[in-house]
């Protein structure tokens, strides 16, 4: 069973800094492109950044501030959040477009989400 696990959630100051970790574990054969989203209380879900091979995404919001990376050796992808805001407080998920086997198809998987809030 594959499973996403992030970690690194917490409470920090505004301005502060936190990382957060997903690490990808189970049996699986390929990782594709993964990403970070984000829900706070009566928002929609949204995408805060997306890295895939050679290229990087941001949302507007976050884009200059948050870095996204991976240590493919680790199955590991990384969100770098610096000079947090208190707009920043959600619920951050972990994603990953992935294959199982090598025949297998991509499928669309999910961590469970690691609390982030941001407050003085």
């Known amino acids: 069973q594959v499973q996403l696990v992030e970690s690194g959630g917490g409470l920090v100051q505004p301005g502060g800094s936190l990382r957060l970790s997903c690490a990808v574990s189970?049996?699986?054969?390929?990782?594709?492109?993964m990403g970070w989203y984000r829900q706070a209380p009566g928002k929609q879900r949204e995408l805060v950044a997306a890295?895939?091979?050679?290229?990087?995404n941001y949302a507007s919001s976050v884009k200059g501030r948050f870095t996204i990376s991976r240590d493919n050796s680790k199955n590991t992808v990384y969100l770098e959040m610096n000079s947090l805001k208190s707009e920043d407080t959600a619920v951050y998920y972990c994603?990953?477009?992935?294959?199982?086997?090598?025949?297998?198809?991509?499928?669309?998987?999910w961590g469970k989400g690691t609390l982030v809030t941001v407050s003085s």
């Open positions: 994603n990953a477009e992935m294959r199982a086997t090598v025949w297998g198809r991509q499928m669309d998987y």
């Open positions: 890295i895939a091979s050679g290229s990087t």
């Open positions: 189970g049996s699986f054969f390929s990782i594709s492109d």
